[in-house]
């Protein structure tokens, strides 16, 4: 496939293909109530869908997407739910994308809670700080589950 056809595929192609490269990435639908860098307030940057991926390992990261700027992930160790809420234990921040080139990875101390997407909207608290500063996200889905 040359550059130019590849360039052009479509979103629900690339939503297959994450789904058969990485089983275990969701991307929710919703509102992004705040997203905040230690630059400053970013959640009118902030994109609709938030996606959550899942490994074998134990590890997990929700990634905020921002209108061509690049993505921040909020990644670390996954923990059972208690009751309808679960846990990351963030230890890390990768930044990626145009804002961000080169990529960036930062060690972080912090955590990430949601809710059961069973059970209606997810909801998604993270907040992290870095050598750089604080990192927070708060997001809402729709409520569709799941996700198409």
């Given amino acids: 496939m040359s550059s130019a056809a590849h360039a052009q595929s479509s ?11 990485m089983p275990n990435t969701f991307k929710l639908s919703g509102t992004c109530k705040r997203l905040a860098t230690p630059k400053g307030d970013e959640t009118t940057a902030c994109d609709k869908e938030l996606i959550n991926m899942a490994f074998a390992s134990g590890n997990s990261s929700f990634i905020a997407t921002m209108k061509k700027k690049g993505s921040i ?8 739910a ?17 804002s961000f080139a080169p990529a960036t990875e930062l060690k972080a101390t912090g955590s990430c809670t949601y809710t059961n997407p069973n059970k209606g909207p997810v909801r998604v608290e993270c907040s ?18 799941p996700p198409k």
């Fill in 11 to 21: 979103q629900p192609e690339l939503d297959a293909m994450l789904k058969r490269v």
């Fill in 73 to 80: 992930a909020f990644r670390g160790r996954d923990s059972a």
């Fill in 82 to 98: 208690k009751g309808n809420v679960a846990r990351i234990a963030v230890n890390t921040i990768l930044l990626t994308g145009k």
């Fill in 128 to 145: 992290a700080d870095t050598i750089e500063g604080k990192y927070e996200l708060s997001y809402i889905s729709d409520g569709v589950w």
